[in-house]
């Protein structure tokens, strides 16, 4: 089966590297976000999975080549592009997108980061055929996944790459087996969209509640990689400074924005509803302690 992935996440080198490995996949190519990603380049090379340039994903010519490559699927995951028609309609058998949030409900960027910032116990990820619109085809499988008290941008998004790989495989084998697969109607009605957009455009809102906040940071935390939603912005004392960890503690507080106690190597704001321990920070772009604040 020859299999074009279209990515502009290094983790699709995960999903190439399961496919190549399974014994009824005997081809996949991966198209990516530039020639300049040479990390993943390597990767790639590693496995022996060709390499196509995300700079031809929306050519006239991209669908005439997977003709000529005669590919059987495509799975979008976390594209950069919009793909269009012609080339959904170029695969053999059809073209896929594995989204990383449960649909209708999450459709959208950064789903993960939203499902932990909305408090939400369990997330998911879907695998659903592409049309037109954008997370809007009908569904092929789909995956639940627990949110712990402690998850972060970057492990649930990493737990819904491990889903989504199986996703694809249950796909890859349905074909195999000659089975119909699965095209389940979305409900409009259920539909949620994000876009781009930050809570509170990146800024922590001190009359939030500490619970509120504590997940607003955890949900942009993808430390050692840059985070869709950057570091949740604070200001204390006019001294503003990122947050990079902390943690909610319940108990009775001030004025939201003011400082409840000082730490040897925290500190704790009162908000609108407990207090926020903050732990680690950032300061003029890098990495500082929270002594360093001098607040």
């Not at 008290?149 to 000659?178: F, M, P, Q, W, Y």
């Not at 704001?269 to 926020?276: H, Q, R």
Request: glycine letters at 8%; one cysteine or more.
């Amino acid at each position: 089966m020859r299999i074009l992935l279209v990515s502009g996440e290094s983790s699709v080198a995960r999903i190439a590297r399961s496919l190549k490995s399974a014994n009824d996949v005997s081809a996949c190519i991966c198209g990516v976000r530039s020639a300049t990603n040479r990390s993943l380049q390597n990767s790639l090379d590693r496995i022996g999975v060709a390499c196509w340039h995300s700079d031809s994903l929306t050519s006239d010519s991209l669908p005439r080549r997977m003709y000529e490559a005669e590919i059987d699927i495509l799975i979008s995951f976390r594209c950069p592009k919009i793909l269009p028609e012609s080339v959904l309609n170029a695969p053999k058998i059809g073209a896929f997108n594995l989204h990383t949030g449960p649909l209708p409900e999450y459709a959208g960027l950064n789903a993960p980061s939203w499902a932990i910032f909305n408090g939400e116990d369990y997330h998911g990820c879907t695998l659903h055929w592409m049309d037109p619109g954008i997370d809007t085809g009908n569904i092929v499988s789909a995956s639940r996944i627990p949110i712990s008290d402690s998850e972060t941008g970057i492990s649930l998004t990493g737990k819904c790459v491990e889903a989504g790989v199986n996703l694809i495989a249950e796909l890859v084998s349905l074909i195999r087996r000659g089975e119909a697969i699965p095209t389940t109607p979305q409900d409009p009605s259920s539909r949620v969209y994000y876009s781009k957009a930050v809570p509170n455009s990146g800024v922590v809102d001190w009359s939030w509640d500490s619970a509120k906040i504590e997940r607003f940071v955890r949900a942009s935390y993808f430390h050692p990689f840059t985070s869709p939603w950057g570091t949740p912005a604070a200001c204390v004392n006019g001294r503003i400074f990122g947050i990079l960890s902390g943690r909610a503690i319940q108990v009775i507080s001030g004025e939201p924005g003011t400082i409840a106690w000082r730490g040897e190597n925290y500190l704790d704001i009162a908000t609108g509803k407990g207090i926020m321990r903050i732990l680690e920070v950032v300061t003029d772009g890098q990495p500082s302690t929270v002594e360093e604040l001098g607040i």
